[in-house]
């Protein structure tokens, strides 16, 4: 994800109209972009249009791509837009930009304090679990949620979040912050439930 | 920088993501964990937050493009003459 071209692929031919080498790109790409459209927007048919749009856009305009950040996350970026047009366009009520005081880290302050992160994998991950898990990343704002898929679920990391979604570094940090923050209380709030009935400490 | 040796669980609660993502400068990292060692509370907040990240991370989570959208996402893209079944 760091690297400017993936395996051998070649930005000569890409940029030249190369269609197979564009095939490849496709093949390379599409699974986390169609993830991506699938959490931003909740279901397959949005995501499938994300999908599609990203890479017709993309084709349009590999030849004005520069280098100057990773083909990934160039592909991120209009995959991004597209999902956030279309959130736009489904719920215009939807806040993208709502950016909240930076330091203030007031309503984040933990009221779940149970240690579960000790609980069995199978039981975090039980069908039930992963449920649980997709709902309170559904949850999330839109604003805290991109930032979220990008960096923690995707694995980009911050300066490429940044220039995937148009904002600064450490707007990408205090957006992750709080995100971490908001899915660790409502998995908190599941997982305590499943500890064994015992208090130690 | 010295004048408050004393990490508190808020100022903790700021430095948590860059402290997890290995982010935070040496001396910062050292009075966190000073705090951390002492303050059960923090500690609780560490790990489960590093074990909600952990989770969402699994490959479970990453299911793969299927392969009726890949078949449609070519043809949209004029490219079926390379629609060859996915290399592994
Ligand atoms: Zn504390």
């Known amino acids: 994800m760091d690297k400017t071209m993936p395996n051998d692929m070649s930005l000569e031919a890409l940029i030249a109209g190369d269609r197979a080498e564009f095939a490849r790109l496709v093949d390379e790409y599409s699974s986390p972009i169609y993830r991506l459209g699938l959490r931003m927007l909740g279901n397959p048919q949005d995501a499938e249009d994300v999908l599609q749009n990203t890479f017709l856009n993309a084709l349009t305009h590999i030849q004005n791509f520069e280098g100057r950040s990773s083909l990934a996350t160039w592909l991120y970026r209009i995959a991004v837009n597209e999902a956030l047009m279309l959130i736009r366009k489904k719920k215009p009520e939807v806040n993208l930009e709502d950016v909240e005081a930076e330091d203030d880290t007031d309503d984040l302050r933990p009221t779940q304090i149970v240690d579960w992160s000790a609980l069995p994998e199978e039981e975090l991950l039980s069908e039930e679990g992963k449920k649980a898990l997709d709902a309170a990343v559904a949850q999330l704002p839109e604003s805290l949620r991109i930032v979220f898929l990008l960096r923690d679920v995707e694995g980009l990391s911050i300066k490429e979040t940044a220039e995937a979604l148009n904002l600064t570094e450490t707007n990408v940090k205090t957006r992750l912050l709080r995100a971490r923050m908001v899915l660790r209380e409502q998995l908190s709030a599941y997982y305590s439930e499943r500890l064994p009935a015992r208090s130690e400490k | ?88």
């Open chain 2, 1 to 88: 920088m010295t004048d408050h040796p004393h990490t508190t669980c808020e100022e903790l609660l700021g430095s948590l993501s860059a402290y997890i993502d290995g982010d935070l400068d040496p001396q910062l990292c050292q009075e966190l964990e000073k705090h951390l060692a002492e303050c059960d509370n923090c500690r609780i907040v560490l790990n489960t937050t590093k074990r909600t990240i952990d989770l969402v991370q699994t490959p479970l989570e990453k299911p793969d493009l299927p392969e009726d959208v890949r078949e449609r996402l070519f043809k949209r893209l004029n490219l079926d003459h390379y629609l060859t079944p996915k290399p592994k």
